[in-house]
């Protein structure tokens, strides 16, 4: 008779296991699954922001390269002015002129540059919340390897609840819904 109870214990152990692995399982393809779809946007969004970058520090030489000339104008002006020399009068009003176009064409310049290093911020904020995603659905499947491992009910309920809050980020992120925490990108930053 005893074998019989061991026998009926073991298969009520082995049923529970076979419950608790079926949801690890199905939980984990879900998460993974997730995860590889955010990572294609985060790379996206990477792209997207190494290009507001570069179009920001061109835009930031470019008005330094106005800036430079500008100044060598102004020194040519005060150089002939200083000289006083017959028939300097046409080449500082040139050199004014210049100087003139040089300060427009800085203001577009600068214009421009914040423009792009606006973009460059907005769009960080997603890059930083699809970042968030990937770590607690990182976390999230390690939690449920150990899970499968350990059989804990509460803990698989666990890292059910990491996973889910990793997936609201991550739907936010799509979304276009800022929701991070700007002290964790921080400490993680």
């Keep these: 008779m005893s074998d019989i109870s061991e026998t009926i214990q073991e298969s009520v152990e082995h049923a529970g296991q076979s419950k608790i692995n079926s949801r690890v399982a199905i939980f984990v393809a879900l998460t993974a699954t997730f995860m590889a779809i955010c990572n294609i946007k985060d790379g996206n969004i990477v792209q997207a922001t190494s290009q507001a970058q570069a179009h920001s520090i061109d835009s930031w030489s470019y008005f330094q390269a106005k800036s430079t000339k500008e ?22 009003k040139k050199y004014e002129e210049k100087i003139s176009k040089y300060e427009k064409e800085k203001a577009v310049i600068k214009q421009q540059a914040e423009g792009y290093q606006k973009e460059y911020d907005d769009i960080n904020v997603f890059d930083d919340q699809f970042d968030m995603t990937e770590a607690l659905l990182s976390i999230a499947i390690a939690m449920f390897g150990i899970t499968a491992l350990t059989q804990k009910k509460w803990l698989l309920y666990f890292a059910a609840a990491v996973s889910l809050t990793g997936v609201i980020l991550g739907i936010t992120a799509f979304m276009k819904i800022a929701l991070h925490s700007d002290f964790l990108s921080k400490i993680l930053g």
């Design 71 to 92: 100044a060598i104008a102004e020194n040519s002006v005060e150089l002939l002015r200083e000289q006083k020399l017959a028939g300097s009068e046409g080449l500082i």
